[in-house]
């Protein structure tokens, strides 16, 4: 003797949400999956042609096995809009920005309270360019020949 409630099988289709017309579909379908429903009295029940009904329960197994397909536990990481994310990188932002106006603004207090610590960096300092001395031209020499020995300068020995 089984224990426990006895299956309803393709009649649990009812319980479901959805249009009754929906419902009464699915309900067919599954009697013939069931074996209580031959495939052409669904056809006829249903209205349409064999080759339809094997799409439409093709499809519905597809569907259900898709939905059976084993999934990471839990609930799903929540997916910022595109509105959240510029809101965050925007206080981000605002946060540098402050960050950067009260330290110019300390600097600025100690210029103003102690000048005399104050030296200009060398990348303030405008760089003279260094003089550019016209190109030496070059003399255009003789050939060097010693000179020719004149008679007065003979050595005698």
């Known amino acids: 003797m089984n224990r426990g409630r006895p299956s309803l ?3 649990i ?3 479901l ?6 419902r009464g579909r699915l309900e067919t ?20 042609s064999q080759a339809r009904f094997h799409e439409l329960r093709n499809s519905m197994l ?31 932002q605002v946060q540098d920005l402050r960050i950067h106006l009260h330290a110019a603004q300390l600097r600025e207090e100690i ?28 003399r255009r020499h003789e050939p060097l020949t010693p000179p020719p020995l004149s008679s007065d300068r003979r050595c005698d020995t």
């Open 29 to 48: 379908l599954l009697q013939t999956l069931a074996g209580q429903c031959s495939v052409q009295d669904a056809c006829e029940r249903l209205g349409i």
């Open 111 to 138: 210029a103003l309270a102690m000048p005399h610590l104050l030296r200009p960096r060398d990348s303030t300092l405008k760089k003279t360019p260094p003089r550019t001395r016209p190109a030496k031209r070059r």
């Open 62 to 92: 597809q569907a259900a096995l898709a939905n059976l397909e084993p999934r990471p536990a839990g609930r799903p990481a929540a997916v910022p809009d595109q509105t959240t994310q510029r809101i965050a990188e925007l206080e981000r």
């Open 17 to 22: 949400d959805g249009p009754a017309e929906t």
């Open 9 to 11: 099988g393709p009649k």
């Open 13 to 15: 289709v009812q319980h």
